[in-house]
């Protein structure tokens, strides 16, 4: 029995050795492929005192890239907060302060403090302490800042253990710490103690007491709240906390401690000015967010870690800006009240603009908003806001791809009535609410009529005309909600898009149909003229050189008849262009081009309120920055017609009473009208009541007109159709009635 017992034991033991064995080799397959124990800290580790500057190119031909680098004036980048501080440079007493406080046993460990890491995995499971407890190192909270990775998860946590392991077999202590304190955010838009010196306390590093370098360490456990600008009274309480941690580790005397305890500490009297100093313009700031993530992806650290490179790195951004426009386009949007209306309460819109070079995809100007820009970081309506652009979608997702198809010419008629019931209500209603019966495509897009791009939608297909926003125009659409008729054929996408990104999406009819990467710059080199990060240019032919003439010519005459008449601009220079109006007036988009730039404006409420205005206002906006942009040229470019598009006569109904229907139009070779028109029937008709003439019509009150011999099915509602008084059999009809 007791032989049988010892066997089971040995089982059960050899057993739970073996299981204990495979989950270690499990465990060590795992972190060996699934975690990235190693972290690049070349970017990181300049140690650079400099400035980043950024360079646009005095262009003689930007397509060919044949122009002179020139440094932008006045936008260098944190000129006032870029000195890289030296760890010999800083007082024992700051250094001190963040290890009392954050890691006191830091000389010890040996990048991971196990106990404290032991406590915070059971805080983890058991949730003993609310606070959060914490069981990073000054090391790994280095690490969290250079890779931006902040998840609360076991994976994360295994994978910034080991980065500490390595970083520490790497680097001495002195120079953890040196990275660390100079890229820890200090809030204020401050990274690193040499900036926060300067901007809380108006002193060098150097020079700081042992109480403005308890003060700073302060600031770390929440930037935001433990401010000493903004609170005061919240950063001496903790403040006091670090003292007394000093204190305990014996890091300061008790007449140290004391005289800290005690001191007021004396905010920089210029703070106000050095918060407002180094004010960004829209194109910057756009700068920064894109260098910076495209270093992040190209290098794997954060974009917090990115920033602090640009901010601090000595780096040389070679920006595709025209400083020019940029100039034209922030003065008009500084001054936006001589340009546009308030709306009836007084309110002005908020606004964004982006204007591209049509042939590269060159961002040379970006505005944010409307008024003049006095803060970093702050929203801007030309990237960062998605809204819906209504009819201004309609040239990309259905005019477009129903040229590209040979679904419609110039000419194609459609008949404007109603596509089916909803809610009860003939839709879709147009905008004025009226139906025009039979038109023609161009019409139909110089008047932005709903009902006939809801129709080429079916006729193209839902699935077809999301692919072609998506995968042709790189717009981004959501693939359960947007796969629908309001979404596509009117422009109401459910998240909406960005202004940048619908001006692009114009650049290929404005180009001859080809496709770019939208970009501030071309790249980026240290400050020893070495390239670590370079723009490539992605040109793709999305839809034909046809296509691209024949939809150009169709949304100049927006300009010039339509939705968008009035401008200036069209007096000096050929200019296409889309209108965009959405559901309750919340959005209003003018997307237009000349034969130089491309220009998307946006204007609404970051709540979405309905706007009354009598002319769009990013029409208003559009026309004064075009206008300035074009002001030095003599002799303008016209749009050019494709060697295989051709001009033709059509009839616009396929005149009757309204008078003559005929018009010229844009056609590809082949496909231009060549029989006469077949739907218009001379009749003659009784001039005192407009109806067929009888035998006993005198000869005076007899006309022989053309009216439209077209069947049209009768509707199941009551809705009113312009033409229907041309149809003959709607005259019939109405004789019948009598």
């Given at each position: 029995?007791?032989?049988?017992?010892?066997?089971?034991?040995?089982?059960?033991?050899?057993?739970?050795?073996?299981?204990?064995?495979?989950?270690?080799?499990?465990?060590?397959?795992?972190?060996?492929?699934?975690?990235?124990?190693?972290?690049?800290?070349?970017?990181?580790?300049?140690?650079?005192?400099?400035?980043?500057?950024?360079?646009?190119?005095?262009?003689?031909?930007?397509?060919?890239?044949?122009?002179?680098?020139?440094?932008?004036?006045d936008?260098?980048?944190?000129?006032?907060?870029?000195?890289w501080?030296?760890?010999?440079?800083?007082?024992?007493?700051?250094?001190?302060?963040?290890?009392?406080?954050?890691?006191?046993?830091?000389?010890?460990?040996?990048?991971?403090?196990?106990?404290?890491?032991?406590?915070?995995?059971?805080?983890?499971?058991?949730?003993?302490?609310?606070?959060?407890?914490?069981?990073?190192?000054?090391?790994?909270?280095l690490?969290?800042?250079?890779?931006?990775?902040?998840?609360?998860?076991?994976?994360?946590?295994?994978?910034?253990?080991?980065?500490?392991?390595?970083?520490e077999?790497?680097?001495?202590?002195?120079?953890?710490?040196?990275?660390?304190?100079?890229?820890?955010?200090?809030?204020?838009?401050?990274?690193?103690?040499?900036?926060?010196?300067?901007?809380?306390?108006?002193?060098?590093?150097s020079?700081?007491?042992?109480?403005?370098?308890?003060?700073?360490?302060?600031?770390?456990?929440?930037?935001?709240?433990?401010?000493?600008?903004?609170?005061?009274?919240?950063?001496?309480?903790?403040?006091?906390?670090?003292?007394?941690?000093?204190?305990?580790?014996?890091?300061?005397?008790?007449?140290?401690?004391?005289?800290?305890?005690?001191?007021?500490?004396?905010?920089?009297?210029?703070?106000?000015?050095?918060?407002?100093?180094?004010?960004?313009?829209?194109?910057?700031e756009?700068?920064?967010?894109?260098?910076?993530?495209?270093?992040?992806?190209?290098?794997?650290?954060?974009?917090?870690?990115?920033?602090?490179?640009?901010?601090?790195?000595?780096?040389?951004?070679?920006?595709?800006?025209?400083?020019?426009?940029?100039?034209?386009?922030e003065?008009?949007?500084?001054?936006?009240?001589?340009?546009?209306?308030?709306g009836?309460?007084?309110?002005?819109?908020?606004?964004?603009?982006?204007?591209?070079?049509?042939?590269?995809?060159?961002?040379?100007?970006?505005?944010?908003?409307?008024?003049?820009?006095?803060?970093?970081?702050?929203?801007?309506?030309?990237?960062?806001?998605?809204?819906?652009?209504?009819?201004?979608?309609?040239?990309?997702?259905?005019?477009?791809?129903?040229?590209?198809?040979?679904?419609?010419?110039?000419?194609?008629?459609?008949?404007?009535?109603?596509?089916?019931?909803?809610?009860?209500?003939p839709?879709?209603?147009?905008?004025?609410?009226?139906?025009?019966?039979?038109?023609?495509?161009?019409?139909?897009?110089?008047?932005?009529?709903?009902?006939?791009?809801?129709?080429?939608?079916?006729?193209?297909?839902?699935?077809?005309?999301?692919?072609?926003?998506?995968?042709?125009?790189?717009?981004?659409?959501?693939?359960?909600?947007?796969?629908?008729?309001?979404?596509?054929?009117?422009?109401?996408?459910?998240?909406?898009?960005?202004?940048?990104?619908?001006?692009?999406?114009?650049?290929?009819?404005?180009n001859?149909?080809?496709?770019?990467?939208?970009?501030?710059?071309?790249?980026v080199?240290?400050?020893?003229?070495?390239?670590?990060?370079?723009?490539?240019?992605?040109?793709?032919?999305?839809?034909?050189?046809?296509t691209?003439?024949?939809?150009?010519?169709?949304?100049?005459?927006?300009?010039?008849?339509?939705?968008?008449?009035?401008?200036?601009?069209?007096?000096?220079?050929?200019?296409?262009?889309?209108?965009?109006?959405?559901?309750?007036?919340?959005?209003?988009?003018f997307?237009g081009?000349?034969?130089?730039?491309?220009?998307?404006?946006?204007?609404?409420?970051?709540?979405?309120?309905?706007?009354?205005?009598?002319?769009?206002?990013?029409?208003?906006?559009?026309?004064?920055?075009m206008?300035?942009?074009?002001?030095?040229?003599?002799?303008?470019?016209?749009?050019?017609?494709?060697?295989?598009?051709?001009?033709?006569?059509?009839?616009?109904?396929?005149?009757?009473?309204?008078?003559?229907?005929?018009?010229?139009?844009?056609?590809?070779?082949?496909?231009?009208?060549?029989?006469?028109?077949?739907?218009?029937?001379?009749?003659?008709?009784?001039?005192?009541?407009?109806?067929?003439?009888?035998?006993?019509?005198?000869?005076?009150?007899r006309?022989?007109?053309?009216?439209?011999?077209?069947?049209?099915?009768?509707?199941?509602?009551?809705?009113?159709?312009?033409?229907?008084?041309?149809?003959?059999?709607?005259?019939?009809?109405?004789?019948?009635g009598?």
């Open positions: 029995m007791k032989k049988l017992k010892k066997r089971l034991w040995i089982k059960i033991i050899l057993s739970l050795f073996s299981i204990f064995l495979l989950a270690s080799v499990v465990t060590g397959i795992y972190i060996d492929k699934k975690i990235d124990k190693e972290m690049d800290l070349g970017l990181i580790r300049t140690g650079a005192s400099s400035v980043t500057k950024i360079y646009y190119f005095d262009y003689e031909n930007r397509a060919r890239r044949a122009g002179e680098a020139k440094e932008l004036e936008e260098e980048i944190f000129l006032q907060r870029s000195e501080c030296s760890f010999y440079s800083m007082p024992d007493a700051l250094a001190n302060a963040f290890i009392a406080v954050e890691d006191h046993r830091f000389f010890e460990h040996d990048g991971v403090d196990w106990l404290r890491t032991a406590k915070a995995s059971l805080n983890y499971v058991f949730k003993f302490d609310e606070s959060g407890y914490g069981g990073s190192t000054i090391t790994q909270q690490i969290k800042n250079l890779t931006g990775d902040n998840n609360v998860t076991p994976k994360r946590k295994v994978e910034e253990i080991f980065r500490a392991l390595n970083l077999k790497k680097l001495g202590k002195t120079e953890i710490l040196e990275l660390y304190l100079n890229v820890v955010y200090l809030s204020e838009n401050c990274y690193g103690v040499g900036s926060a010196a300067q901007l809380y306390f108006g002193k060098d590093v020079n700081l007491t042992i109480a403005e370098c308890a003060s700073i360490a302060s600031i770390v456990k929440n930037p935001y709240k433990y401010d000493p600008y903004r609170f005061p009274e919240n950063n001496l309480k903790r403040r006091r906390v670090v003292l007394g941690e000093m204190l305990k580790y014996g890091m300061i005397t008790d007449e140290e401690y004391k005289e800290a305890y005690n001191e007021e500490l004396s905010i920089n009297p210029d703070i106000e000015k050095e918060r407002s100093s180094g004010i960004y313009s829209w194109y910057t756009a700068l920064i967010e894109e260098v910076s993530e495209d270093m992040s992806n190209e290098y794997g650290i954060s974009k917090k870690a990115a920033k602090m490179m640009i901010m601090k790195g000595g780096l040389n951004i070679y920006s595709v800006i025209d400083p020019e426009i940029q100039k034209y386009a003065s008009v949007f500084e001054n936006y009240s001589a340009y546009i209306l308030p009836s309460d007084g309110k002005y819109p908020n606004a964004g603009c982006v204007i591209l070079d049509p042939e590269t995809s060159d961002i040379l100007a970006i505005v944010g908003d409307i008024g003049k820009k006095n803060a970093n970081l702050i929203f801007n309506h030309a990237t960062d806001a998605k809204r819906p652009p209504g009819s201004a979608l309609k040239p990309l997702s259905v005019y477009a791809p129903a040229l590209e198809n040979g679904i419609i010419t110039y000419s194609t008629v459609i008949d404007d009535t109603p596509f089916s019931i909803m809610d009860a209500k839709w879709p209603r147009n905008s004025p609410n009226v139906y025009r019966g039979l038109i023609s495509s161009a019409y139909a897009v110089v008047h932005s009529v709903n009902t006939v791009s809801v129709k080429l939608l079916d006729r193209i297909g839902v699935e077809n005309s999301y692919k072609f926003l998506t995968d042709k125009f790189g717009l981004s659409l959501n693939a359960k909600s947007d796969k629908s008729a309001s979404p596509l054929a009117l422009g109401q996408l459910t998240y909406g898009e960005s202004v940048l990104n619908m001006t692009n999406a114009y650049c290929p009819i404005a001859g149909g080809y496709m770019n990467t939208p970009k501030t710059y071309l790249y080199t240290d400050n020893y003229g070495n390239v670590i990060l370079s723009k490539e240019t992605k040109r793709e032919q999305v839809i034909s050189e046809s691209s003439c024949i939809l150009t010519k169709m949304l100049q005459n927006v300009v010039l008849s339509g939705t968008a008449q009035g401008m200036d601009i069209a007096n000096k220079v050929d200019v296409a262009g889309k209108t965009g109006t959405t559901s309750d007036s919340y959005d209003k988009w997307i081009y000349t034969p130089y730039y491309v220009c998307g404006v946006w204007c609404g409420f970051d709540t979405p309120t309905t706007m009354s205005y009598g002319k769009n206002p990013s029409c208003q906006l559009f026309d004064a920055v206008s300035l942009a074009h002001k030095g040229i003599e002799i303008p470019k016209s749009f050019t017609i494709s060697d295989d598009v051709c001009q033709a006569e059509y009839c616009e109904d396929s005149g009757d009473p309204r008078g003559n229907r005929i018009s010229t139009g844009y056609f590809v070779k082949g496909t231009e009208p060549t029989e006469k028109c077949n739907i218009h029937k001379p009749v003659t008709i009784d001039l005192r009541d407009g109806f067929e003439a009888e035998a006993h019509t005198p000869s005076y009150a006309r022989t007109v053309g009216l439209l011999d077209y069947s049209r099915p009768d509707f199941p509602y009551d809705v009113k159709i312009i033409d229907s008084d041309y149809l003959i059999e709607s005259r019939k009809r109405h004789l019948q009598n």
